[in-house]
């Protein structure tokens, strides 16, 4: 299996797709999971990807299962992305984690 893995909406999968990185879209839980499945590896055999990329939306659809392999250490590292839809308003934009992280305004 490759290094980094989507599961996002279709056209985000496309976008990424585009630049030569896997993945499955995602429009529910039962889709979301089976994905986080593949990717974790556990639909596998144990081969997990390095990075595993999900779009705020499936995060929130996989909410218990991504706290819980967070919080095991394991790869895949999980890293959220905004995804084409409306903000939830409780997570910071790209920007605003940039800044708080480096401490300086771009």
Avoid at 25 to 50: C, D, I, N, P
Avoid at 65 to 90: D, F, N, T
């Amino acid at each position: 299996m490759a290094g980094i893995f989507v599961i996002a909406e279709e056209e985000i999968v496309l976008a990424f797709r585009m630049a030569g990185v896997d993945g499955r879209s995602a429009s529910g839980r039962e889709e979301a999971l089976e994905a986080f499945k593949k990717a974790t590896g556990e639909l596998m055999g144990g081969q997990a990807v390095k990075v595993l990329v999900l779009t705020e939306e499936v995060s929130d659809m996989l909410d218990e299962e991504v706290k819980a392999w967070q919080l095991s250490g394991a790869y895949p590292l999980i890293v959220e992305i905004p995804g084409q839809g409306e903000r939830s308003g409780k997570r910071k934009s790209i920007v605003d984690a940039v800044r708080e992280a480096v401490g300086v305004m771009i």
